[in-house]
């Protein structure tokens, strides 16, 4: 059955070629102006025509559609999205919507690992030194990394992302713990819940934040949660910034209740030159990079044809969220 799809998604020519060859048979409608992950794009009329909509599409013009089937948003976080009363639209209107974590979870895990891995090596330091053989900061930066081989990790927010980085971690035998508001039981490692969590944070070496943004995770690294943590222990964030209270993070870097930070994500984005996270000198940060790689564009139009070949067959649909 031929589709009327919306393309909400910035192409260029070989990407529309792309998109033209595996949606034959289907007519696309292309707006001039389309939407990006940060900014909102602008409906064309026959928006309200179409069945299926991949991008980043507006959640108020998504409401109003009639025709509307099915959503393919083309980011892993589905923040614009993620609202109760959205959630609750789409549910009675039986509308699927899907996000593209299968894009980014291998670039994203890999990210963390190399974070992991930087920490435990002491990378940035050994990287900013010329400390001569068998000096004292040769040997402080000699002995100040710790093997990650039986450290315990706590891996906030176990989706796709999580689920990859934990595989990526297996030849470390470390002991991973997920924490989930709601445990499927397939996560293969053991799970906590709200109740469970301080003591998990706690015996945690390796805190990894992959939460997104909601009304539920606003600063949900606070100043309480980040005080249950051992001194010894690094926080990572790869999800979004907002999850974690920026001035509470400082606090503990300086009085080195936590040993380093390693950020990919803050907020704003990006942050200040003078904000006082980047003159911690145990603070690493990357401009919200760890989701990207060669082809990251090709892929994510990849993943909305393989989903359209589901959706036609009638099949489950791959990342579905709502």
Partial sequence: MPHKIYIDFVLTPELHKRLQNGTTGHELVIPSKPASVLGLGEIEPAFYDCDIIFGQPQTEAAGKSESLKWIQVSSSGITRYDTPEFRELMTQRGISVCNSAHVYNEACADHALAFMLAQSRQLPQALASTAPNGSEDWQAIRSGGVPLRGQRVLILGFGAIGRRLAKLLAPFEMKLTAYRRTPR?????????????????????????????????????????????????????????????????????ESKQLREAWLDVTDPEPLPQDHDLRKQPNCFITPHTAGGFAGEAEACIDHFLKNLARFDAGEDLENRVI
């Fill in 185 to 253: 039981g397939d996560e293969g490692m053991p799970v906590v819940g709200e109740a469970d969590l301080p003591a998990a944070l706690a015996a945690a070496d390796h805190v990894i934040n992959i939460l997104p943004d909601s009304a539920a995770t606003q600063h949900f690294f606070n100043a309480d949660r980040f005080a249950q943590l051992k001194p010894s222990s690094t926080f990572y964030n790869i999800g979004r910034g907002t999850t974690v209270d920026q001035d509470a993070l400082v606090q503990v870097l």
